[in-house]
């Protein structure tokens, strides 16, 4: 929640601005397990290939194990940065689609991807290494909380705004719908 209130006061808002918006959150919290299967970019193979999260917020607890890229493109180039692995009790903070079509892209939603490189374990052929876990703890507005572009993040051109307004629930419902073609309503 302070989180929330620290994006609030990074946007010049006052810090209690999406209090209101959080007072029945949703959160989810994953464990995520990644094969011991050694990632090959040029043939396309990924613990998970390149996304970014649909809500708004993600905590994502780390350990030990490297693997976590975010993207960092330019007009230039693609590029890839590792995230050095922290100690337990560290966590990287993911922004999501949510947030970014709340900030009319001010703030950009964190394109990120997992690979598994030459861990010293896979290359004992250690049995005991049973492969990298994350656990990501999703934390969205409440579900009819009215998503739309913040007064103070509008753009000069067309009025400024690049996404329609929508709810919480229905742009992660929406975000589903683009992504997994088995998910019904």
């Known amino acids: 929640f302070k989180l929330v ?36 970019i040029d043939r396309g193979i990924y613990a998970c290939g390149a996304h970014s999260d649909y809500g708004m917020l993600t905590l994502l607890a780390t350990d030990a194990n490297p693997g976590l890229q975010i993207n960092y493109s330019t007009t230039e180039e693609d590029k890839w940065i590792d995230i050095p692995p922290q100690p337990i009790g560290t ?20 394109l990120h991807r997992v690979i598994i490189s030459s861990h010293r ?6 049995t005991t290494y049973c492969g990298r876990y994350s656990i990501p703890f999703f934390y969205e507005p409440n579900f009819d909380t009215v998503v739309k572009c913040l007064e103070n ?11 329609p307004p929508t709810t919480s629930g229905q742009h992660l419902l929406d975000k589903y719908k683009e992504t997994h073609t088995d998910f019904k309503v």
């Open 121 to 126: 374990s896979l290359e004992e052929k250690d």
């Open 153 to 163: 993040c509008r753009g000069d051109d067309d009025g400024g705004v690049k996404y």
């Open 91 to 110: 966590f990287v903070v993911n922004l999501g689609d949510m947030l970014e079509r709340w900030t009319n892209g001010k703030f950009k939603s964190t």
């Open 5 to 40: 209130q620290m994006i609030a006061r990074a946007l010049d808002l006052p810090y209690n601005y999406f209090d209101k918006d959080f007072e029945h959150p949703m959160a989810i919290l994953r464990l995520v397990h990644y094969s011991r299967e050694r990632s090959d």
